[in-house]
């Protein structure tokens, strides 16, 4: 019987470690807006896809957003809060992103590094996102500078549930070959009062993270199953490669969301 | 006269539909009051294509047209709120408008 427990808890350990992926999130509920609106952003650094846990954020190095162009920084925006994952608590922060003309809101998160005990590295995770308001297209598939970054080929707030996405991974403004993509579906989106995980809706798949490949010209396809917020992870795709004395993993994160088509 | 008239609808939708572009070219207006007794409208359509040089006209509530111009090269265009009620209508021909009411305007 112990025999039996021992290799239960093995095996659960076994599946369950390949599935943690960090994930730098920047999440608002809605990507598409009509009216002008001060809109609260949450920055939780998190385990996603299971719902895991959840790490402390220290302040950001920057905060930003790219609208036809120009660069606003909303660094001064920023608060923290305390976020109350489904194991833990961490720390983590609210800005706020005023949307006032049409056009395409590329929000971009410069995260400070930070330190993973377990590897003995620290990560940081550049993330982008997007708030459209009016339905009027002006940058989504443009750069917006970050030292590394994914540049969609889809529109990424209105992907079709069942369809796909493709982005080109750049680092320094080149692509980036052969990387490797994580892939996680946001399983339980944040409530914007409580700061905790809403409902459950989704749960990690067994054979550990979910990866496509970026080809010849830094470009990954996903084929997209669900509706709601999915997030795209290169790790170690930027070019500093060490913090504080120690080795950097500086990855690009990218958020889009799906809607079913109905 | 209704029963030639719907046809033609029918039809001017049918090429509409056929011109394959034409659903990617709806168009689309934004205002906003500047709070400085002047309403700042911005246009362009679906496709991401500027509005410059579209007209857009000022009604009252009777209809009637109290301002009419176009869009500038920024695809913009700013008036002096007129008195009373008023709606705001970005033209680009028939089955290509889009109306701004006053309590859309923000």
Known sequence: ???????????????????????????????????????????????????????????????????????TDISDSLRPITFQGANNESAAFEGVLPVK?????????????????SEDIYIQQITKTFVNKGGAPTGWNEPVGMKTEFVPLNKPYNVIAGSTFSARLLSGGKPVVGAEVEVEYLAAEPDMEANAPSEVT???????????????????????????????????????TEHAGKELSQDAVIWIKAFDLE | MIRKIIPQILMAGVLAGSAGTALAHTPLCACYDNGDGTVLCEGGFFDGSSAAGVRIHVNDTDGNIVIDAQMDENSEFTFEMPDGKYSVMLDAGEGHRVEITADDIY
């Open chain 1, 202 to 240: 989704a749960r990690p798949m067994p054979g550990g993270a979910l990866v496509a490949c970026t080809d010849e010209n830094g470009v990954f396809t996903f084929g997209i199953p669900k509706a709601g917020f999915w997030g795209f992870a290169a790790l170690g795709s930027g070019p500093d």
């Open chain 1, 1 to 71: 019987m112990k025999k039996l427990l021992a290799a239960t808890a093995l095996s659960a350990f076994a599946l369950a470690a390949p599935a943690m992926a960090h994930f730098q999130l920047v999440y608002g509920p809605d990507m598409n807006v009509r009216k002008p609106v001060q809109m609260p952003l949450k920055l939780i650094f998190w385990h996603p896809f299971e719902n895991g846990h959840a790490m402390d954020m220290g302040q950001p190095e920057e905060f930003f957003y790219v609208l036809k162009g120009k660069k």
């Open chain 1, 101 to 117: 003309r049409n056009g395409d809101y590329i929000v971009g998160l410069v995260p400070a590094p930070y330190y993973e005990g």
